[in-house]
Antibody
Framework: EVQLVESGGGLVQPGGSLRLSCAAS????????MDWVRQAPGKGLDWVGR??????????EYAASVKGRFSISRDYSHNSLYLQMDSLKTEDTAVYYC???????????????WGRGTLVTVSS | DIQMTQSPSSLSASVGDRVTITCRAS??????LAWFQQKPGKAPKILIY???RLQSGVPSKFTGSGSGTDFTLTISSLQPEDFATYYC?????????FGGGTKVEI
């Protein structure tokens, strides 16, 4: 079955760190761009960052709001995606979704598969 | 950054109605636009990509159109399972950005 399963969410104090994991199955993980998207309680969707596929050397992009604090990585052997979150702020409180991107039109990637999400709460 | 503006932010409709949601980009994005449906407590689900291409498995009552800066999502004959929040998103440039959402209510 093609799926993404996130884990690692929880309660953390401001300034703390947390690492989210996403287990991918049912598809060739290295072929796809992978993203993290978050959603604060009662709010809209907010892109966090991306790692490109193996053919593009797994390079990364980040939203300005998290650049320098968050880091995305992959474990190829375990088909897992990670989001390392440091220096967390209360405004980082959100459900974090792991998202697969699919190639279209030769060089564009759109979100075609979402995990169920994991809740991160940053509070003292 | 490319700003995505959806309208309306919410609407009320009845079963069987035809509904249209609009999305405007602050600059041209060709056809690099996707539409998502999100139900309460659930992850978003892709409906349309490439502005008008239906994702596999999505019913044909969902129709997307537009190019450049102005886009629409039309839902023909609303059913109870279609009451949800809909988001547009551009994927031509970084940062990837979403519209603010349109909540379709009974």
């Amino acid at each position: 079955e093609v799926q993404l399963v996130e884990s690692g969410g929880g309660l953390v104090q401001p300034g703390g760190s947390l690492r989210l994991s996403c287990a991918a199955s049912g598809f060739t993980f290295s072929d796809h761009y992978m993203d993290w998207v978050r959603q604060a309680p009662g709010k809209g969707l907010d892109w966090v960052g991306r790692t490109r596929n193996k053919a593009n050397s797994y390079t990364t992009e980040y939203a300005a709001s998290v650049k320098g604090r968050f880091s995305i990585s992959r474990d190829y052997s375990h088909n897992s995606l990670y989001l390392q979150m440091d220096s967390l702020k209360t405004e980082d409180t959100a459900v974090y979704y792991c998202v697969r991107s699919q190639l279209v039109d030769g060089n564009r990637w759109y979100f075609d598969l979402w995990g169920r999400g994991t809740l991160v709460t940053v509070s003292s | 950054d490319i700003q995505m503006t959806q309208s309306p932010s919410s609407l009320s409709a009845s079963v069987g109605d035809r509904v249209t949601i609009t999305c405007r980009a602050s600059q041209g994005i060709n056809n690099c636009l996707a539409w998502f449906q999100q139900k309460p407590g659930k992850a978003p689900k892709i409906l349309i990509y490439g502005a008008s291409r239906l994702q596999s498995g999505v019913p044909s009552k969902f129709t997307g159109s537009g190019s450049g800066t102005d886009f629409t999502l039309t839902i023909s004959s609303l059913q109870p399972e279609d009451f949800a929040t809909y988001y547009c998103q551009q994927y031509i440039g970084y940062p990837l950005t979403f519209g603010g959402g349109t909540k379709v209510e009974i």
